[in-house]
């Protein structure tokens, strides 16, 4: 059976690693602030020491959006040439696959 997680905002867990740092045992805390376990509060007093503040902040789970205007707009006349050379290759495979499969019958 898993537990449900709970993510505490940057704030609340910057609190908890200052009383920590001043002498609150890890115990109280974690009872008190409902955590599972005082390990929670000393594994945010290493990331803390170890990646600075910002690390006790969320991460971003996505990617990050693309910006699609980086790319110009093809003209049209473009456009249709990229399309018709795409077309006489694919009827050019086309071909060779039905040569192909004519010489198997034979």
């Known amino acids: 059976m898993t537990r449900d997680r709970r993510h ?12 920590h740092a001043y002498g609150e045992t890890g115990r109280a805390l974690a009872q008190e602030d409902d955590l599972p376990s005082p390990m929670t ?11 600075g503040q910002d690390r006790l902040r ?8 693309i910006d699609r205007g980086i790319y110009p707009q093809e003209s049209e006349p473009e456009a ?9 290759a694919e009827v ?10 004519s010489q198997e019958r034979r």
């Open 8 to 19: 505490d905002d940057s704030e609340t867990k910057l609190e908890i690693w200052r009383r």
């Open 41 to 51: 509060v000393a594994n945010r007093r290493v990331i803390k020491r170890r990646d």
């Open 58 to 65: 969320p991460k971003r789970r996505s990617r990050p959006p």
């Open 80 to 88: 249709l040439v990229k399309e018709h050379e795409r077309l006489r």
């Open 92 to 101: 050019a495979y086309l071909g060779k696959l039905r040569d192909l499969r």
